[in-house]
């Protein structure tokens, strides 16, 4: 069973970190087919943190799970913090098959995105 | 003379900052039709800084800057800091029409890059 797990930065701000579970909402109910699991996890500031994100998805019977930083750059959070995070899970449950996806930034459609919104205002 | 001014977060990896220069030159030559200025500035940590980036675009003969937060979600950095710096630019040059765009977060498209990002590897 194949889990996806939104990984933001968390905010001090809870409605910034609420925002990021109504997109998981939405993302459940979009990606049900391919993803019966699909939960969020902040790498700090809220919880869950990502081990305990991974921990939910593994408790709700995922044999696979999908490591997706909603993220906008290879910064250190993407390239080291996200991995270490991973590895420490991947050792605790070896026979789940847990991978880290592109970052949403690395997709070539953000610049459509943002040419979009920039005719939005605030 | 419209200007888009892309605001990133900025980082201590140079690379990452690389990587808004790189998306801002991909945006220049995209949206040259509309806008013949297109900069970028970071939040913090990388330059130019946001008022910095506002005086590029105004020195670049800007009578228009849209200043496009490359932000995924509406925390601090949204709600209070962007604002604050561009109001103190926006004092400088009243003669100059800067107006704050929709950050990228904001786009329901966001989740349709997110669900095809989760099929391609880190």
Redesign the interface.
Same mark, same amino acid.
């Given at each position: 069973m194949k889990a996806?797990l939104?990984i933001? &930065?968390g905010? *001090?701000?809870a409605?910034?970190?609420d925002?990021?579970r109504r997109?998981t909402d939405?993302?459940a109910r *979009?990606?049900q087919a391919e %993803?019966p699991i699909v939960c969020c996890g902040f790498l700090e500031l809220a919880e869950p943190s990502i081990p305990n994100g991974i921990e939910q998805c593994v408790q709700a019977g995922a044999t696979e799970v999908?490591v997706?930083? $909603? %993220?906008?750059?290879?910064? *250190?959070h993407v390239?080291t913090d996200i991995p270490n995070d991973v590895r420490g899970k991947q050792e605790q449950y070896p026979q789940v098959n847990i991978?880290?996806?592109? $970052?949403?930034?690395? &997709?070539d459609?953000?610049?459509d #995105? #943002?040419?979009?919104?920039?005719?939005?205002?605030?």
């Open positions: 996806l939104v933001a &930065h905010s *001090r701000r409605e910034s970190n925002e990021v997109l939405t993302l *979009r990606a %993803f999908v997706l930083p $909603y %993220f906008l750059s290879a910064g *250190r390239v991978r880290i996806a592109a $970052y949403l930034g690395a &997709h459609r953000v610049t #995105l #943002l040419l979009e919104s920039a005719l939005i205002p605030a």
